[in-house]
């Protein structure tokens, strides 16, 4: 406890120290929009097809050569996610390319086509972590989801996943009014089934979810949301529970539902290249923001020269963060939440549990 209270206190010195140096410690590569779900919160408005100006296979593999030159393998965590990375037809040839290149890796999926012999072979090629969603019990999830059979199937990847013992897996879940009450049920189903760990979001305003007010919870249930999230951490049963890296949240708040205090590192520790190429910071922030392109830019001279606007975010200070009083430590909220077309944040964390503008 000592050491957490010390790490909060030091936490606003670190984050200066991190945003000045910006290791690159993430990269997400969005190998493809090809999904085999129809989820209604879908951020990438994924399909069965592929986007039509994805990247080929020898270009993502030419992409891990050049990138593995400029960077320490050891320091950097590549995640493959897409769409549904497991539909992609060349996943194996790509993993081939990510352990050739000493590149560690991971994966986030929907657990659909996660059978044994798919995971043995990728964990042949290097596989070292995994995040499957699972978002709900059976109705809400395969509700959410868009597809029949879905959390069966996650179910069963997952305990495909937690007997192949990998270093590192969680479980994600995509909060919303109608799965917020059965929370205790799932956390209490993947204590039965050995996940180690499992993060909360709340589904925010963009891509499908944008105007559909059945996916996105009232301040009531993002309260409600985060009380559970704080008494599930006190209990300590099961797996570790985590609220989402996404929003700030009053300090006491924040140590009561996260291991980490609110930092939104997106272009500052975590970049991503979208299935077209482009370059950004996590996955689901504004293409308004992309700062190049690998077929035409260096991955790392990019993130070395134009990721300003990821690191000085005082451009973002727009709407109501004009006069907030929270702002040298929000900055906006996450990145992900920018609205381009209404030049502000699209959904503000802290006015969903406390008024705006408060102290």
């Not at 100006?53 to 400029?70: I, K, M, N, P, Q």
């Not at 999926?109 to 709900?136: F, I």
């Not at 309260?223 to 797996?239: K, Q, S, T, Y």
């Not at 005082?314 to 006069?323: D, H, I, S």
Request: aromatic share 8%; proline share 7%; glycine share 10%.
């Amino acid at each position: 406890m000592a050491r957490a209270r010390l790490r909060r206190l030091l936490h606003p010195l670190y984050r200066r120290l991190e945003t000045t140096v910006h290791p690159l410690r993430y990269l997400f590569v969005e190998i493809t929009q090809r999904c085999n779900l129809r989820c209604l919160h879908c951020g990438s408005d994924c399909s069965r097809e592929a986007h039509p100006d994805e990247l080929h296979t020898d270009e993502w593999l030419a992409f891990f050569e050049r990138l593995a030159r400029g960077v320490d393998p050891r320091r950097l965590m590549l995640v493959v996610t897409g769409g549904e990375p497991l539909c992609h037809p060349e996943l194996e040839r790509l993993a081939d390319g990510l352990r050739a290149h000493g590149l560690r890796w991971g994966m986030v999926t929907n657990g659909w086509a996660l059978e044994p012999g798919r995971l043995r072979a990728l964990r042949e090629r290097g596989l070292v972590s995994v995040t499957v969603s699972l978002d709900g019990l059976e109705a809400n999830h395969d509700w959410l989801r868009g597809r029949p059979g879905s959390f069966a199937r996650a179910v069963a990847g997952l305990q495909h996943l937690v007997r192949a013992g990998l270093p590192f897996l969680d479980v994600v879940t995509c909060t919303n009014p109608r799965n917020l009450g059965e929370l205790p049920e799932v956390l209490a189903l993947l204590g039965r089934l050995g996940v180690p760990a499992w993060r909360l979001f709340s589904i925010f305003p963009k891509g499908r979810a944008r105007g559909n007010a059945e996916l996105l919870l009232p301040p009531e249930g993002f309260r409600r949301l985060l009380d559970f999230v704080a008494e599930a951490r006190r209990a300590g049963r099961g797996p570790r529970v985590d609220f989402c890296c996404e929003g700030f949240l009053p300090p006491a708040l924040d140590a009561a539902v996260r291991d980490e205090p609110y930092f939104c590192r997106a272009g500052i520790a975590i970049g991503s290249v979208l299935c077209d190429g482009a370059i950004s910071a996590c996955p689901n922030v504004s293409r308004s923001l992309v700062q190049g392109n690998i077929r035409t830019h260096d991955f790392l001279e990019v993130w070395e020269t134009r990721f300003q606007p990821f690191r000085d975010r005082r451009w973002m200070r727009a709407g109501p963060c004009v006069t907030c009083a929270h702002w040298r430590r929000c900055q906006g909220n996450s990145l992900h939440l920018w609205d381009a077309e209404a030049g502000q944040t699209g959904c503000c964390s802290l006015a969903l549990v406390e008024p705006p503008g408060g102290a």
